[in-house]
T-cell receptor, first 117, second 112 residues
Framework: DGGITQSPKYLFRKEGQNVTLSCEQN?????MYWYRQDPGQGLRLIYY???????QKGDIAEGYSVSREKKESFPLTVTSAQKNPTAFYLC????????????????FGDGTRLSIL | EDKVVQSPLSLVVHEGDTVTLNCSYE??????LLWYKQEKKAPTFLFML????IEKKSGRLSSILDKKELFSILNITATQTGDSAIYLC????????????FGKGTLLTVNP
């Protein structure tokens, strides 16, 4: 079945450590997004990518980095510079609608919950 | 200042009740308004609204957009315990990147 797979489901980070969250999709979607969700805050955009080898900062990019070497993969690294990394991280993807000509919604993975040790 | 404002932030009802969730947004380069349902993990897509006054319906859920007053409502009739979730509203404010701006969500609890 096509979908978006995020791993791991739970992750613990030690002080000063970088950790990488995986996001893989087999939907042949061009655009991919990373969001952070905190209680009572809704979803906030960290980074997004519309095409391989290109990505843009979102609203809260500080302390995070991404890469987009393959269409199906968009990993997020939470660096030691991110002082408050405890949150639920959601990855999303979207078809660019070139075939259907219609505006397409974003679809989400099941998320990774990151906590500080 | 928040661009997308949802109300109420939380709501508790009994099974069988009808609920209305509200979402107001800013007009800058508006392209569409989306509703998602989030239970424990992934938000699942419910509706995308682009035109004013046209109701979208799926079973007991329906939604409508008012582009003049800049708001949308999500109605759920004959609520069931399985409707308990966070309901997220998001605005697609145009541009080639299709970025979404989310509201804080409405936490709906349906008691038996």
């Amino acid at each position: 079945d096509g979908g978006i797979t995020q791993s791991p489901k739970y992750l613990f980070r030690k002080e000063g450590q970088n950790v990488t969250l995986s996001c893989e999709q087999n939907l042949n979607h061009d655009a991919m997004y990373w969001y952070r969700q905190d209680p009572g805050q809704g979803l906030r955009l960290i980074y997004y990518s519309q095409i391989v080898n290109d990505f843009q900062k979102g609203d809260i990019a500080e302390g995070y980095s991404v890469s987009r070497e393959k269409k199906e993969s968009f990993p997020l690294t939470v660096t030691s510079a991110q002082k408050n990394p405890t949150a639920f991280y959601l990855c999303a993807s979207r078809s660019d609608g070139r075939i259907s000509q219609a505006n397409q919604p974003q679809h989400f993975g099941d998320g990774t919950r990151l906590s500080i040790l | 200042e928040d661009k997308v404002v949802q109300s109420p932030l939380s709501l508790v009802v009994h099974e069988g009740d009808t609920v209305t969730l509200n979402c107001s947004y800013e007009v800058t380069n508006f392209r569409s308004l989306l509703w998602y349902k989030q239970e424990k993990k992934a938000p699942t897509f419910l509706f995308m609204l682009t035109s004013s006054g046209i109701e979208k319906k799926s079973g007991r859920l329906s939604s409508i957009l008012d582009k003049k007053e800049l708001f949308s409502i999500l109605n759920i009739t004959a609520t069931q315990t399985g409707d308990s979730a966070i309901y997220l509203c998001a605005e697609d404010s145009g541009g080639s990147n299709y970025k979404l701006t989310f509201g804080k969500g409405t936490l709906l609890t349906v008691n038996p």
